[in-house]
Every structure is written in structure tokens, then in C-alpha cells.
């Protein structure tokens, strides 16, 4: 755009240009018309007086003209020095014809072509997204409904990027009707205004919504801001805290002024505090304090960023009680029972320690629920910790095993008088509710270092000490070398057993059964066999009782179901069998939750007929939870599955119970057979087969090895008969001959 001109001074240089010119040309007119009146003398002295004031007038004008053009020029370099020191670029809308002209600019915006219907007149740059506000602020300020149109809005550069502009405007020029005819205005580049300011939003919201609790403080700690979780943490408002002293709780004045002093020194501090929310609870939080300096290097601002702790301080005060504390009974747990005897060990203080528990515990649990068993446990932990004193402390070290740690002592009549009261109280009879319960317990003692020089090792050996207390119950017993043997060896079946598992060394034997009436075989009863490549075969005896307490006897009942399953199928199949095999369910197989799954599946696998398949029960499983088992066997015999009763007479049944339980069989144990001679013996198995024909039961007879005892069942009518008379205990191929060759009749005397 060019430079202004003054209107008026323009109309004055075209007045003389007109008036020189007009002169010229009618000189000659002038020389006729005017001639007369030069001759006349007073009338030329006039003329030339009035020429004299007119060139006058004219040089002054011209002058006047010149000092006015050299106003304007000076005007004109402050504008344009003004506008560039402020960055101002100038424009000039021609609203009719639609151009548009800028003034000191500095080319990073492109024009738009001129169109007098495009509005805005800059529309294809501004931004979509800016461009409705932009044209509705042009069309208001057009409308007269504002002073003067201002708008912030994106504008597009040169390099096709948006930059944003701060654009001012008005109206300079109107038609006389009133219409709008040319408007001017500035714009200005506040792109990098706009970023700060986006940035410093973006701080600010930071700020605002940030879970910590942020605090600015004047130079005399006076709060001038907090933020929403400031007040959030401490239940304090804004309202109620601005302009009032830094404080955490009633007490906290020397805190704060300390935090101050050490904010002064070294520009931070951290640090845990105890605080008092509004409510008058109290909180825990971790604070950081700074301060801000002017460029002068006075402190202008305090800011404290306060992180709410309270719950994590809580949860990691629980997980140190939990690394220490039993969380049932609240005593020191095992790990801190290893710790102390590390202790001693390091000290190399006299230490005995008692490991004791609570004899046939499961029981408890499996008749009356954990609940109850906890319960007992709780009361257990109250009643043996009145021992402790300061050398003296109780553990739980899981489940029902207790450590008792009696330090600088290897005095055996302080330990014994220990051991005899924590038997005395553990048999002194709890009350919950409403139950009485009398417990035993078994003690295994060690004492260091005779017994061991670390704390594994005393503990292992207290355990086998008290393993061995088990044997007669409620006892305790002090470890010796031979304890530790047969815990050696014990491991040794253990391991033994584990690797038969895996290498298949379990096999199944049958001992067949015999009808006394028709002499015929009716069936047999699968045995397990543990026969090793190296140690040969292992006795039942030996590693049975161990499987029971370890839990490997499920994986061994499993195993030796799927394979008597298997080989009857084969033998009904070939038409030598079409009895039943009855494989025994040990106490922890029948406990499973999922026991009539996992027979279902065996039988699936297999094709066995339910009908087919006799389980074997004990007394003593079946009597530790009557009514569990009377569920359970009734789950089995809706599946067709028969079921024996073994070992009958040897333990506590009741008839009552008997007569509740869904049985097809009773097994006379070979206690009473050998005992079949004497008069005695021989009542017992009368009535024991009396019971049994009174309740529609099968009876079986184990252990016939003679003639006698054959007849003596036979006589009191006993329905099946089973022992080394007929045959011992066959491996499935010898069992396959057994039936084949099998005697139609029973041995003769």
C-alpha cells in the first residue's frame, strides 16, 4: 500500500498547476483585452501590487505546503518504526470491490486473490476450525453491533502451517446510505504468546488436578493458592485456608518454621509428616518444599507439594506385620522364629527349642470345619503364651505346629517342667461353642548345639523328635542319632516312592475270592505292589503309611484303580470272570472333593461296568465324618458301584451308623478268623455275620490260610471267603492261570 497523502494539500498543488497553465494560455487575450489598461497608469500599479500579493500568497502556500508534505513524512517513519518495533502488520479492505492491502509486512501470510463475495476476505486462510467465529465477529462489527472487531484465530503462512494472530479492525468508510465501504485494522504474529499460554493452561491444569496437594505460600508462609488436592487430603477449602499460616497440625508451628529455614539455606527440603485433616483425623504425607527467587535472588514464593501416604504407610505396616506376625493367632511367625534362632546360633547362647502340635488335628477340621479348628488354634496360642517371658517365646510356625524358644538354658529340668505344662495345658479341656474339646499334644525337643548348629537343623530335628512322640501321643521326647536315622530313612521311602511313580514301578496283585456254596470264584481284591530294579520288593507296611501322610497314596489309588479297572475288563471280556474286583480307597482318596469324578473318568477310560467294581472302605475313614461319608457313598452306589466295609469289628463303629450306611458287603477282618478256634472268636464272627444277614449284607471272610478256619466260616454260613487256602496274592498274568485252571469245589479235609 502507498503512502497517504493529505486530501487537501493534493487539491492545492492541482490549483496552482491550473492557475500556471491558465496564465499561458491567454496571453495573448490579455495583450488585447488588457493592453488599454497597462498604458493606464494608476491601474497598472494596482494590477502589480495585486500580482505582487498573489506571488506572496503563493510562496507562502508553497512553503506551508512543503512543511506540511515534511510533517507527514516524519509521521509516516514513526508509524512505520512503531509498527515494525511492535510487530503490527497494517491492512486495508476495499469492502466493495473485495481487495485487501497490507502495509509493513513481513511476507510470512499470503494474500488471497481478490473477490469481492468471498467473506471473510482472507477466508481460504484461516482455520476451519476458527473460521465461524472470525466471520461471525467481521459480520457483527459490520452490522454496527461493536465498536471495533478483534479476534484471535489461526492464520495460514507461507510454509502451509498455522501461526496465530491477534486481528483489530474497524470501519473507516461509509456510503451514504450507510453502508459499509472500507475498513483498516492491524494484525499481529502471537504464536509463540499463544503457545506460552497454552503451556502455562496446561501447567495450570496440571496443577489443579494432580491427586498431591500443592500449597503456594507467600515470603511470610501466608498461603496464597491451593489446589484441589490440597484440599482433598486435608478437608480443607481454598475459603479456608488462603491467607491464613502454614500449618499440618496444632502443633507443627517449629515443623513448619524448621522446613523454612532449611528451604532458606539450601532452596529444598523434604520429609514425612504427621498432619490433621479438617474432620480432626490424622494423616500421614510425604511434603517437598522449594522456593522461587526473583532476578534479584529474593525469595518471592514458597511451594510445597504435599503427597497424601496414609494408605501406603498402613499397607506397608501390614506387610511387616505379616512378615513377622501370624495373622491368625498374632505370634511371631516362622520367619521370625528362624531369625531368633539365628540370633542364638550367632551368640552361641544355650537354646532349646520345643516344637510340638496337636494330635489327629485333621480331625477337628474335617468334623467340625476350619473355622472351629482356627478357633481352637487362637485359644491354643493365648493359653501356651503365658509361658513367655523375657528368654521364653512361642511361634507358630504353620497350621498346628508350634515352637516354644527357651534361650541361655540347656537345663533339662527347666526344659521338662516347660514341656510337662505345655502338656498339661493343651489337655485341659476348651470350651467353643458349646463344644469341649481335650486335646493332646506331641513335643519334640532340641537342644543347641548338641542337636544342630543351624536353625534348619535344630528345626528338622525337633520334627523328627516329635514324629516319634506321635507313636504312644502326648509326650514329648528329647532327639537322638537314632530318631535321625529313621527320619533318614523315612526320606529315603519318600523319595523311593516318588521315583516309583514316575518310573512305574507300582503293580497290581489279586487275591482271589471264593463262594463257599458253589466253590466258584467270584471275584478278587487288587493289592499294590512296590517293586523296585534295585531294592527288590517294599513292603506295604513300609511305605503305605508314609504315602497316607505325605498325599502320594492319591497318585498310588489312582493308579491301581485305572489297572484293576483295566485287567477285569479284559478278563470279562474273555469270559473267565464276570464277578467283581475290589480295589480299597485309602482315608485321604476318599476325602477328595472330587472322588466320584475321578472314578467316573477311570471307568470311562477304561469300559468297565460301575457294576463291576467293588471300593473297599475302612471303619476309620468312614467313622472320622459319618454323615460326609454317608453323602459320598451314597453318590456311589447311584452309580452302580458296590461297596465293602473292611477291617468290620476292629474299630468303633456304631450300629447306628451301620445301619445308615449304604453298603452291599462286610469284611470280617483276619484278626477274627485266626481267632475262629475259640469259642470267643467263633461268637464274634457269628455275630458279626448275624448283623450283617439282618441288614441284607454280603459277608466276606479274609484271611482263610486253613482248613479249620474254612469249615468254621462255612458252618456259620459266610458268603465269601478269601486267603492263602486258595491262592496267594497274583500278578495279573499268574491270576489269568488262576482262573483258568480254578477248582469247581472248595479243598477237602
Known amino acids: 500500500m502507498s503512502r497517504p497523502v493529505n486530501k487537501n494539500n493534493n487539491r492545492l498543488v492541482v490549483a496552482l498547476y491550473l492557475l500556471s497553465f491558465g496564465v499561458k494560455a491567454e496571453a495573448q487575450d490579455l495583450n488585447s483585452t488588457f493592453l488599454p489598461l497597462i498604458t493606464n497608469r494608476p491601474l497598472l500599479a494596482i494590477l502589480v501590487s495585486f500580482g505582487l500579493v498573489v506571488i506572496a500568497f503563493l510562496a507562502y502556500g508553497l512553503m506551508r505546503f512543503r512543511r506540511y508534505q515534511s510533517q507527514i513524512t516524519e509521521s509516516e517513519e514513526r508509524l512505520r518504526l512503531s509498527l515494525w518495533a511492535s510487530g503490527d502488520e497494517l491492512w486495508d479492505w476495499n469492502i466493495r470491490d473485495g481487495s485487501l492491502h497490507r502495509t509493513n509486512g513481513s511476507g510470512t501470510y499470503p494474500l488471497p486473490t481478490i473477490n469481492p463475495d468471498m467473506f471473510p476476505p482472507n477466508k481460504p486462510h484461516i482455520h476451519p476450525k476458527d473460521l465461524h467465529r472470525v466471520a461471525s465477529k467481521l459480520q457483527g462489527h459490520l452490522n454496527g453491533d461493536s465498536f471495533a472487531f478483534e479476534c484471535v484465530y489461526r492464520l495460514k503462512d507461507n510454509n502451509k502451517g498455522w501461526r496465530w494472530v491477534l486481528d483489530k479492525g474497524k470501519v473507516v468508510s461509509h456510503s451514504a446510505s450507510g453502508q459499509p465501504l472500507r475498513m483498516t485494522g492491524t494484525f499481529k504474529d502471537i504464536h509463540q504468546l499463544k503457545k506460552a499460554e497454552n503451556d502455562l493452561e496446561i501447567f495450570a491444569k496440571s ?42 497440625n496444632a502443633i507443627s508451628n517449629t515443623i513448619v518454621n524448621d522446613i523454612k529455614t532449611e528451604v532458606d539455606r539450601s532452596g529444598s527440603w523434604h520429609g514425612d509428616i504427621t498432619g490433621q485433616s479438617k474432620d480432626g483425623n490424622m494423616f500421614l504425607a510425604f511434603v517437598t518444599a522449594n522456593c522461587i527467587r526473583d532476578e534479584d535472588g529474593v525469595i518471592s514464593n514458597y511451594v510445597a507439594i504435599v503427597s497424601d501416604t496414609t494408605k501406603r504407610k498402613k499397607a506397608e505396616a501390614k506387610l511387616v506385620k505379616l512378615a513377622r506376625l501370624d495373622s491368625l493367632t498374632n505370634l511371631p511367625n516362622r520367619n521370625v522364629f528362624f531369625s531368633r534362632l539365628q540370633r542364638c546360633v550367632e551368640q552361641k547362647s544355650p537354646t532349646a527349642v520345643l516344637v510340638f502340635d496337636i494330635d489327629d488335628f485333621k480331625k477337628i477340621n474335617d468334623s467340625l470345619g476350619h473355622q472351629l479348628g482356627d478357633t481352637l488354634l487362637i485359644q491354643i496360642a493365648k493359653r501356651i ?235 476309620g475313614t468312614v467313622m472320622n465324618s459319618p454323615q460326609h461319608a454317608i453323602d459320598v457313598m451314597h453318590q456311589l452306589r447311584d452309580k452302580g458301584i458296590h461297596l465293602a466295609l473292611d477291617d468290620f469289628g476292629t474299630g468303633y463303629s456304631s450300629l447306628s451308623y451301620l445301619r445308615k450306611f449304604p453298603l452291599n458287603t462286610l469284611k470280617i477282618d483276619k484278626a477274627f478268623v485266626d481267632d475262629a478256634h475259640s469259642e470267643v472268636g467263633r461268637a464274634m464272627i457269628d455275630t458279626i455275620v448275624t448283623i450283617a444277614r439282618n441288614l441284607s449284607l454280603a459277608t466276606v471272610a479274609e484271611g482263610v490260610e486253613t482248613i479249620e478256619q474254612q469249615d468254621i466260616m462255612t458252618s456259620m454260613s459266610c458268603d465269601v471267603l478269601q486267603g492263602y487256602l486258595y491262592s496267594k496274592p497274583l500278578s495279573a498274568a499268574e491270576f489269568t492261570q488262576f482262573a483258568e485252571l480254578q477248582q469247581p469245589v472248595l479243598k477237602k479235609a
Open 385 to 619: 503364651s503365658s509361658l513367655c517371658n523375657k528368654y521364653n517365646a512361642l511361634y507358630r510356625l504353620g497350621g498346628d505346629e508350634f515352637a516354644f524358644v527357651m534361650e541361655r538354658t540347656n537345663d533339662i529340668h527347666k526344659i521338662t517342667v516347660a514341656a510337662k505344662e505345655i502338656l498339661k495345658r493343651l489337655s485341659t479341656p476348651f470350651i467353643i461353642e458349646q463344644h469341649e474339646f481335650v486335646v493332646a499334644g506331641s513335643i519334640g525337643i532340641v537342644l543347641y548345639p548338641d542337636d544342630g548348629k543351624q536353625p534348619e537343623t535344630l528345626l528338622r530335628n525337633a520334627d523328627t523328635a516329635m514324629y516319634h512322640a506321635k507313636e504312644d501321643g502326648n509326650r514329648y521326647l528329647f532327639f537322638n542319632e537314632d530318631m535321625n536315622k529313621k527320619a533318614v530313612k523315612r526320606l529315603q521311602v519318600e523319595n523311593l516312592i516318588r521315583l516309583g511313580l514316575k518310573e512305574d514301578y507300582f503293580e497290581v496283585y489279586y487275591q482271589p475270592k471264593m463262594n463257599f456254596r458253589t466253590g466258584r470264584l467270584v471275584g478278587m481284591e487288587a493289592l499294590v505292589r512296590f517293586i523296585t530294579p534295585k531294592k527288590g520288593l517294599v513292603s506295604p507296611g513300609t511305605f503305605i503309611p508314609i504315602a497316607e501322610e505325605t498325599g502320594q497314596i492319591v497318585e498310588i489309588g489312582d493308579l491301581v484303580l485305572k489297572k484293576a479297572c483295566r485287567d477285569m475288563k479284559q478278563w470279562i471280556d474273555s469270559g473267565l470272570l464276570s464277578g467283581r474286583v475290589a480295589v480299597n480307597l485309602s482315608a485321604r482318596q476318599f476325602n477328595l472333593p472330587d472322588l466320584t469324578q475321578r472314578i467316573d473318568a477311570t471307568l470311562k477310560e477304561t469300559g468297565l461296568s460301575p457294576n463291576n467294581l467293588e471300593l473297599e472302605i475302612t471303619e
Open 207 to 248: 496443577i489443579e488436578n494432580i491427586s498431591e496437594g500443592v500449597v503456594i505460600l507467600d515470603p511470610n508462609l501466608n498461603i496464597v493458592h491451593v489446589n484441589p488436592g490440597y484440599n482433598k487430603i486435608t478437608g480443607f477449602t481454598s475459603k479456608d485456608v488462603i491467607g491464613q499460616k502454614l500449618r499440618f
